[in-house]
């Protein structure tokens, strides 16, 4: 089976520093919490190192890994970043063919500062991610069976729906993971396009930035899932999605982006776990109990794995499993592509994991 990715491509480079070097201050009434630095002062870091990644690339390298043959579009500069990234790229068996290199901007870059829970700050310098353009996506880059795109980068996010309009043309199925920046400046042209998506895979910041448009589609509020009040219930089934003093059910996002006409949608909330919505079908599978040394990639890895699974015919609940048991590995490493697993390794991995119970519910029920 063939895939082709296209997105981001960035050097990052990982500073892991001691709990306690860095001061952390968390928000009573929000889900946020800051990572404070002591102006002037030099700290000492546990490790410091550089490795390839970006969506695109993290993307690619997941997909070869279990068995595809793999081809990526990324925009690189002419530099000896983009060097490594070619290097990787061609190391772990993923077509370069269709790379372009752009002398205008250098390639992207990210520092990534890991500390506490390892739930990394990251300053990213965009580059040649953000001159992607509809030109540079060749019509025989397309002859593959999946095209996935990873999150679009300012300008570059201009080309998605033309860019999903030949995948489709060419016969592939479409599975996309845009980022939040693509779907806050561009929500409308978004959802225009969603239509022609077979599989959309957002997180829960991701998601929240679609309510204010979707509620205004398909009212506020919506059916819950049933639960058990004295059991543990992921935060999605008892209070939804916000976002600008508006409020959806994880039914009716679901259901609306699909009304929309996407044919399944994905919704990943970190120790949560994550979703997945059908037709006639909403699943669960809890996040997988692991140490963490970086989350950076997690959901690339995720995204990636079950895209990549479905399409070779896994059962959803199988693939589902699978996608969390892979970016549990990768999460278990500072980097985004070390922990990534080869496909007979992620195959014994769900066979022996015996803890991880995915529930479905019929969509019609809620």
Not at 238 to 258: C, D, N, P, Y
Not at 278 to 292: F, I, M, S
Not at 336 to 365: F, H, I, N, S, Y
Request: charged residues 20%.
């Amino acid at each position: 089976m063939k895939a082709l990715t296209v997105g981001g491509a960035m050097v990052d480079s990982i500073a892991i520093i001691n709990s306690g070097g860095i001061e952390r201050m968390s928000m009573r009434n929000a889900d946020a919490s800051f990572l404070l630095l002591e102006e002037g002062r030099k700290i000492e870091a546990e490790e410091i190192s550089t490795y390839p990644g970006g969506g695109a690339v993290n993307a690619a390298v997941s997909m070869a890994r279990l068995g595809l043959d793999v081809s990526a579009i990324v925009k690189l500069g002419t530099d000896q970043r983009a060097d490594s990234i070619l290097g990787k790229l061609e190391k772990e068996g993923v077509s370069t063919r269709w790379v372009t290199r752009d002398p205008r901007l250098p390639t992207g870059a990210s520092v990534v500062i890991s500390s506490h829970e390892r739930n990394a700050a990251i300053f990213t310098f965009r580059g040649a991610n953000t001159l992607l353009a509809i030109e540079d996506i060749k019509r025989e880059a397309l002859s593959v069976d999946i095209v996935c795109i990873s999150s679009l980068s300012n300008q570059s996010a201009d080309c998605f729906p033309d860019l999903v309009k030949a995948a489709k043309a060419a016969g592939c199925k479409v599975a996309a993971n845009p980022g939040i920046r693509q779907l806050t400046a561009r929500g409308r042209a978004f959802l225009d396009t969603v239509g022609s998506i077979d599989i959309l895979v957002v997180n829960r910041a991701e998601a929240n930035a679609l309510v204010p448009v979707l509620t205004g589609m398909a009212g506020e509020g919506g059916p819950s899932l049933p639960f058990d009040p004295d059991q543990p219930v992921p935060d999605l089934i008892r209070r939804g999605f916000s976002s600008g003093g508006f409020e959806i059910s994880l039914v009716r996002f679901l259901q609306a982006l699909m009304k929309e006409g996407a044919g399944m949608v994905v919704v990943t909330d970190g120790r949560q776990g994550a979703f997945v919505g059908t037709a006639g079908t909403v699943l669960h599978c809890p996040a997988a109990a692991t140490e963490v040394l970086g989350t950076a990639g997690a959901g690339d890895a995720f995204a990636s794995t079950f895209v990549a699974l479905t399409s070779l015919g896994w059962p959803l609940d199988a693939a589902l499993k699978a996608a969390t048991l892979n970016s549990a590995s990768v999460v278990r490493h500072a980097d985004t592509q070390t922990g990534l697993l080869k496909l007979a390794e992620l195959e014994e991995a769900v066979a022996r994991e015996k803890g991880l119970q995915v529930r479905d519910w019929p969509m019609r029920a809620a």
